[in-house]
T-cell receptor
Framework: NAGVTQTPKFQVLKTGQSMTLQCAQD?????MSWYRQDPGMGLRLIHY???????DQGEVPNGYNVSRSTTEDFPLRLLSAAPSQTSVYFC???????????FGPGTRLLVL | DQQVKQNSPSLSVQEGRISILNCDYT??????FLWYKKYPAEGPTFLIS?????DKNEDGRFTVFLNKSAKHLSLHIVPSQPGDSAVYFC???????????FGTGTRLTIIP
């Protein structure tokens, strides 16, 4: 099992550009989520999904879109990047909403 | 409003001694608590958890203590080893809710 994989590892964007952060898991986990980590802020939940076709907002959803067309993939889209979105992004998955979450290695995003 | 607080950004401990990491929470609805460990350039990995019906949970060198009246939990690592050097995040949730709330993290350095 590869576990939770994220691509790219690092990305530089200009303000206003769009991009998609990829997340995939091969553990047949129903629950997937996206977090961002900022200095002094811990990890904050952006969006989550309890299964294919179902998504919901977390604590800091503004500026981000998600979709869940398959159990394996949960991409995070930035439609118009802003410097405030400079952060490290982590994807996580778990068997169910009550189970322990497994995290990917992260994507470091810099928006200029 | 930071609902989960880790007031010590960093901690240094001699190898072989006890490491004690602290976490406070303000939301009385939280009833499940977790500790995650994070190495640089990697995602957080689950370490240990505790339910509010317990006041202690042990797993090898790691013990988590929960004081519900004080809304405080702590992680004890005995004995501390160089490989324990990492950032430790405390997290909390309401067991019926999939959302995790993370603290800001404590960087633990084990001195050989």
């Amino acid at each position: 099992n590869a576990g939770v994989t994220q691509t790219p590892k690092f990305q530089v964007l200009k303000t206003g550009q769009s991009m998609t952060l990829q997340c995939a898991q091969d553990m047949n986990h129903e629950y997937m989520s996206w977090y961002r980590q900022d200095p002094g802020m811990g990890l904050r939940l952006i969006h989550y999904s309890v299964g294919a076709g179902i998504t919901d907002q977390g604590e800091v959803p503004n500026g981000y879109n998600v979709s869940r067309s398959t159990t394996e993939d949960f991409p995070l889209r930035l439609l118009s990047a802003a410097p405030s979105q400079t952060s490290v992004y982590f994807c996580a998955s778990s068997l169910g909403r009550e189970e322990t979450q497994y995290f990917g290695p992260g994507t470091r995003l810099l928006v200029l | 409003d930071q609902q989960v607080k880790q007031n010590s950004p960093s901690l240094s401990v001699q190898e072989g001694r006890i490491s004690i990491l602290n976490c406070d929470y303000t939301n009385s609805m939280f009833d499940y608590f977790l500790w995650y460990k994070k190495y640089p350039a990697e995602g957080p990995t689950f370490l240990i958890s505790i339910s509010s019906i317990k006041d202690k949970n042990e797993d090898g060198r790691f013990t988590v203590f929960l004081n519900k009246s004080a809304k405080h939990l702590s992680l004890h690592i005995v004995p501390s080893q160089p490989g324990d050097s990492a950032v430790y995040f405390c997290a909390a949730k309401n067991f019926g809710n999939e959302k995790l709330t993370f603290g800001t993290g404590t960087r633990l350095t084990i001195i050989p």
